[in-house]
């Protein structure tokens, strides 16, 4: 592999989900914050007329929602992340004030912010961290091994154990739960989420899908083709990187406005060329859509022929050259992959084998953020 890839580091531990603490002696307001809560997802919500008098329940508490009445209680309370000044007059301007006074991250009036605040209570309760890391590979020809690195890349970070979730975002590719060896697992496929709008629960998508080789999957069912809209993509995509670790997307060659929904959430994509000529021009169109849409965006060399042997390809910097794109690495032949899938093994499975050690490789070069199991 070539290249680095940065990122922040993040914690690892896993915060169980709870409820925002809730300050405030209107029982208008409570009411509609109680509502709120539930409809994020939080579960135990704390209330209080005031500064919790037991140690450290301010400081632990994943949110805290003040209540415009409550501003002056909690003035001497010790300043941290997460306070949000709620009221319910749009005309008052002294809350700005008071929400300064108080050290707010932001002052929310209801009910023109509900679901923005709707939103920021479910992020607390899911314990929401630095997104996962999210990896897009796209075949640059048909044929290239794109659906076999994304399996491998997938397998081999739950191999580490990341958190690791594999996105089928090719509706035509046959379903990568096959490729893995689980077309009859039971759980979730892309046709349940076609009618998703607005914010999709990040641990619920999880815990819905198929679990195979200790990574989730979601993949396309053996039915008939159903139009999955930009809008439901980009919120299944969205809960699968709240959860953080890694999100790993295999991509199709063409790009729509599905597509585009993934590459604009991606931090890195791979086109996987094979070192021919007319694999390269085949690549270029491709690429050059891709992106527009994606600011990281690297090749990873194939073996030239479909039969994988090798022999007479361009060289791997000519193809970067030619494509204009960072040479992120070359993969190996791998002989026998055919007769693996059919014992078992998908890519990647074999933790010595070539394919593992290149994937191996490159997510040395990723530091990912809160992304152990």
């Known amino acids: 592999m070539t290249g680095t890839i940065t990122r922040a580091p993040g914690p690892t531990a896993e915060r169980g989900p709870d ?71 749009q005309d008052d301007a002294g809350v700005w004030r008071r929400g300064v006074e108080i050290g707010a991250d932001h002052v929310l009036v209801l009910p023109g912010d509900e679901q923005w605040l709707v939103d920021r209570i479910a992020d607390a309760a899911e314990g929401a961290g630095p997104p996962a890391f999210t990896v897009g590979v796209i075949g640059g020809r048909g044929g290239a091994g794109a659906s076999t690195l994304a399996c491998a890349l997938a397998l081999t970070s739950a191999r580490a154990g990341n958190r ?86 295999d991509l199709p060659r063409r790009v729509d406005e599905s597509a585009g929904e ?41 073996p030239p022929g479909r039969s994988g042997t090798g022999v007479g390809g361009l060289a791997a910097e000519e193809v970067a050259r030619l494509l204009g794109l960072p040479l992120a690495g070359e993969l190996p032949v791998e002989s026998g992959l055919l007769a693996a899938q059919e014992d078992g093994i998908p890519p990647g499975g074999n933790a010595r084998g070539p394919l593992a050690r290149f994937c191996a490789r490159f997510w040395a070069q990723v530091p990912v953020a809160g992304g152990a199991t």
């Open 19 to 89: 409820g925002p603490l809730i300050v405030t002696e209107d029982t208008a307001l409570l009411d509609d914050l109680l509502r709120l809560c539930a409809a994020a997802g939080a579960r135990r919500p704390q209330v209080h007329h005031g500064v919790p008098r037991a140690r450290g329940t301010w400081e632990a508490a994943p949110l805290v929602l003040v209540g415009d009445d409550a501003a002056g209680r909690v003035r001497t309370a010790g300043r941290r992340a997460g306070v949000l000044l709620v009221g319910r007059d």
């Open 164 to 249: 690791t979730l594999l996105v089928d975002a090719d509706p035509l590719g046959g379903g990568l739960d096959v490729l893995l060896g689980g077309e009859r697992a039971s759980g979730l496929r892309w046709p349940a989420f076609a009618e998703s709008r607005g914010r999709v629960g990040g641990s619920a998508l999880e815990e819905s899908l198929p679990k195979l080789h200790s990574l989730r999957v979601l993949s396309w069912d053996r039915g008939e083709t159903v139009s999955v809209s930009p809008e439901a993509v980009r919120a299944v995509l969205a809960a699968a990187r709240r959860r953080g670790g890694v999100v790993v997307a």
């Open 262 to 302: 993934v590459l604009a959430q991606l931090d890195l994509g791979l086109v996987v060329v094979p070192a021919e000529l007319r694999a390269v021009a085949a690549a270029q169109r491709l690429a050059g859509a891709a992106g527009l849409l994606l600011r990281d965006l690297r090749v990873v060399i194939a």
